[in-house]
C-alpha cells in the first residue's frame, strides 16, 4: 500500500506525515509535487500543513491552477481516500472537494497549542476507532483555521453525517468559550457526503510519537489503517 503526501509550495507537514507512515507504520510513502499529474498507484492522499503556494499573489488561484488538481478531483470522484490536514484541508475546501470555507481565526492571529477535539461518529476512516464520548488532544498551528458555511449547507451536513470533529474541553464538553479558532458549530474537521474525503484543522501526526508525551493522534491514524 502506497501513500501520496501531496507538496504545495509552503508545505511543512511532509516531514511530519512520512516519519508516521514510514516509521510507525512501516508504509511506503511517494511524494507528489502540486506540477505532477499522476497520481496512479496511490492508495490513500494526504494533503499536509503549511502555506500553500506560499509566496504566490494570489494562493487560491495557485491551487486552482495546480496541474495536480484535476486528477486529484478525479481520484476523489473514484472513492479513493484523501485527507487534509491542517492548510491541506484548505486546499480541499478551496477545490469543492468538501463543503464550506476556512477564514482567519477569530482572533486575527495564528494559534499554536493543544486542543481537545470530540469526534461526531465512529465509523468514518478516519474516526472508526475513537468515541464519540471522549476528547482526544491534538495540536493546532494555523492563522486561518475559523470554518465557515452558509446554514443551509450546514443543515445538510448535519443530515448527511459530514462533521466530524468538533473542538471541546479536556471532558469532552462543546462550548463557545473552548472554540479556540471561532468555526461554526465548533467544527475542527469535515467530510464529503461519499466521505472519502477528510479535512481537519487538528495535526494528528504531532501527537504520535512519546517524547511528546501525547500519543491520541495514533489513534486516528489506527482508525485509517484498519479501516483500510
Known amino acids: ?104 481565526n477569530k482572533a486575527q492571529r495564528f494559534i499554536c497549542r493543544s486542543t481537545f477535539i470530540k469526534p461526531d461518529n465512529d465509523y468514518t476512516a478516519v474516526t472508526s476507532k475513537l468515541s464519540n464520548n471522549e476528547a482526544y488532544r491534538i495540536p493546532i498551528a494555523t492563522g486561518y483555521g475559523r470554518y465557515t458555511a452558509k446554514e443551509e449547507i450546514l443543515v445538510q451536513m448535519r443530515h448527511q453525517e459530514q462533521i466530524l470533529f468538533r473542538y471541546c474541553d479536556e471532558f469532552a464538553r462543546i462550548s463557545e468559550e473552548i472554540n479556540v479558532t471561532g468555526s461554526v458549530d465548533n467544527i475542527a474537521g469535515v467530510c464529503n457526503e461519499k466521505k472519502n474525503v477528510f479535512g481537519m484543522i487538528p495535526q494528528p501526526e504531532r501527537a504520535v510519537f512519546p517524547y511528546g508525551r501525547n500519543t491520541d493522534g495514533q489513534i486516528i491514524f489506527d482508525s485509517l489503517m484498519e479501516y483500510l
Not at 9 to 33: F, S
Not at 44 to 59: A, E, Q, R
Not at 83 to 96: D, H, K, P, S
Open 1 to 104: 500500500m502506497t501513500f501520496g503526501i501531496l507538496i504545495f509550495p509552503g508545505a511543512h507537514g511532509d516531514k511530519d506525515l512520512t516519519r508516521v507512515l514510514v516509521d510507525i507504520y512501516g508504509k511506503k510513502v511517494r511524494p507528489v509535487w502540486n506540477r505532477e499529474t499522476n497520481l496512479n498507484g496511490i492508495d490513500v492522499l494526504f494533503i499536509p500543513g503549511g502555506v500553500p503556494c506560499k509566496g504566490s499573489s494570489n494562493s487560491s488561484k495557485c491551487i486552482k491552477d495546480s496541474p495536480v488538481i484535476e486528477p486529484m478531483m478525479e481520484y476523489a470522484d473514484r472513492g479513493k481516500n484523501i485527507i487534509g490536514i491542517g492548510n491541506g484541508f484548505r486546499v480541499l475546501c478551496e477545490t469543492g472537494l468538501v463543503p464550506g470555507t476556512l477564514r482567519m
